[in-house]
């Protein structure tokens, strides 16, 4: 069955991944601040920052079969060098555009429809400097289980909690050799991740084969959130 399927963010990283693996397939709606990466992609591109505009559903179809929200932010300090503003920026970004979109788009939703979420590992494991994006990726794992369960049997609600992912998002902490081997050894399986080791997760979330998951955290890490080898 081809899909109506929704991604805000998609021209970048993971989204970018989703989106090369489904064009050809189902009929993808994706908004984001840049066509960049896109242009040979076959969709309906939607200008969108979700930090500042407001969503119109009057681009999108009747009915939606499916549904990602990209954007998200890596911002790792001490506590007591993060003032409140990044805390907010984290939590507007991460959680309340994801809010904001859900909102408008739930009357869309189509029976066995499939929202899928991205959390951290963080969320489940403490990690020194996260507190902040541990802080907003949280509120979407509680927000995905309630929507879930309100929503249910109608929709399905589902969350990824990666580990590090070579990605533009974290290439602050990826940009050199010794950095990429210091973060790989810090997984039991030795490496980090790629774009297209989440995007394949979300691309079975979406699908029928999922169909009897929702509520669920998956840990697509590692090794990272379960396993101690050292």
């Known amino acids: 069955?081809?899909?109506?399927?929704?991604?805000?963010?998609?021209?970048?990283?993971?989204?970018?991944?989703v989106v090369q693996q489904l064009h050809e397939t189902h009929t993808l709606f994706i908004a984001s601040r840049s066509q960049e990466g896109l242009e040979e992609i076959k969709c309906q591109?939607?200008?969108?920052?979700?930090?500042?505009?407001?969503?119109?559903?009057?681009?999108?179809?009747?009915?939606?079969?499916?549904?990602?929200?990209?954007?998200?932010?890596?911002?790792?300090?001490?506590?007591?060098?993060m003032d409140l503003h990044t805390f907010e920026q984290d939590m507007r970004i991460n959680f309340l555009g994801l809010v904001r979109i859900v909102k408008e788009i739930i009357p869309k939703m189509a029976q066995s429809a499939s929202m899928v979420f991205f959390s951290t590992v963080a969320v489940g494991k403490g990690m020194p400097f996260h507190t902040s994006v541990a802080a907003s990726k949280g509120a979407i794992e509680g927000f995905a289980k309630s929507l879930a369960a309100e929503y249910s049997p109608k929709l399905r609600v589902n969350v990824i909690a990666p580990s590090l992912v070579d990605t533009p998002l974290a290439s602050k902490?990826?940009?050199?050799?010794?950095?990429?081997?210091?973060?790989?050894?810090?997984?039991?399986?030795?490496?980090?991740?790629?774009?297209?080791?989440?995007?394949?997760?979300?691309?079975?979330?979406?699908?029928d084969k999922s169909s009897w998951m929702t509520g669920q955290v998956i840990g697509v890490d590692g090794g990272m959130s379960t396993l101690n080898i050292n």
């Open 1 to 17: 069955m081809k899909k109506n399927i929704l991604l805000i963010g998609g021209s970048h990283g993971i989204g970018k991944s």
């Open 45 to 81: 591109y939607i200008p969108f920052d979700t930090t500042k505009d407001d969503f119109s559903v009057s681009t999108l179809p009747d009915t939606l079969h499916g549904f990602i929200y990209c954007p998200g932010s890596i911002n790792l300090k001490p506590f007591k060098m």
């Open 173 to 207: 902490l990826l940009n050199n050799e010794r950095k990429k081997e210091n973060m790989a050894e810090r997984h039991p399986l030795k490496r980090v991740g790629q774009a297209e080791d989440i995007a394949n997760m979300a691309i079975f979330l979406l699908s």
